[in-house]
């Protein structure tokens, strides 16, 4: 259920919240350059997954673990906190874009994933968490590129 959902939020904020303005802004995010490019495929297979494993070990595995073994708190609060600090990690985009609405649905997207990986690491593990983060970053950065610019592409 939860997956599905963030498949279809993910679907959602590809189709309905980059307008076009937002677009022309996040164009040159690697993963979407390497894929308008059909350049740089080693963005997509090797480090796009690089980071993912970086951020769940460090935001998932290592911070909750911490929060909950050394600092004493419980699982729900060090998933929030978790969250909340994956999400603020995520603040980098306003400097490389400068566009608000890209800022606001990758502060958003990012604290929904953390609680639901935060959710997933304390049922599933760490693998899942990793291999989800990147299958819905990749759908996601897939699903622009359709919209806006294979759609752009065909009608050309």
Wanted: with cysteine; aromatic share 16%.
């Amino acid at each position: 259920m939860g997956l599905v959902g963030f498949l279809l939020i993910g679907k959602l904020i590809a189709v309905y919240g980059y307008d076009f303005p937002s677009f022309e802004a996040i164009k040159t995010q690697d993963v979407l350059n390497a894929l308008i490019n059909r350049k740089n495929k080693a963005i997509i297979w090797i480090f796009l997954p690089m980071i993912m494993v970086i951020e769940e070990l460090i935001f998932r595995f290592y911070m909750i673990g911490f929060l909950v073994n050394q600092v004493g708190l419980d699982v729900i609060s060090a998933i929030l906190i978790s969250s909340v600090l994956f999400s603020l990690f995520h603040i980098h985009i306003w400097f490389r874009f400068k566009n608000r609405r890209i800022l606001l649905i990758n502060l958003g997207d990012s604290f929904l994933l953390g609680l639901f990986n935060g959710y997933i690491l304390l049922t599933l593990g760490i693998i899942p968490c990793i291999l989800i983060h990147y299958v819905l970053v990749l759908i996601l950065y897939y699903t622009i590129y359709k919209k806006h610019f294979k759609a752009n592409l065909n009608s050309n």
